[in-house]
């Protein structure tokens, strides 16, 4: 899948941001905090994702243009 580490890093990011919310909601700091590092880690994820698929639409492109 394409967009795999784009979809997952999105979805880690939203977990994130409900563990956060609950914990703050609870007052379990141990919960938001384990939620910031769920969101931060879902950011380096989808930009990861990101850059892997236009590295492989360059590549691509590039390839299409050699066989041309």
Do not use: P
Request: avoid cysteine.
């Amino acid at each position: 899948m394409r967009y795999e580490n784009e979809v997952k890093g999105k979805a880690k990011q939203v977990k994130g941001t409900v563990k956060t919310e609950l914990g703050k909601f609870t007052n379990d700091r141990d919960l938001e905090s384990s939620g910031r590092a769920d969101r931060a880690e879902g950011q380096v994820q989808e930009k990861f994702g990101k850059a892997k698929r236009k590295v492989g639409e360059a590549l691509e492109d590039l390839g299409g243009k050699i066989a041309s």
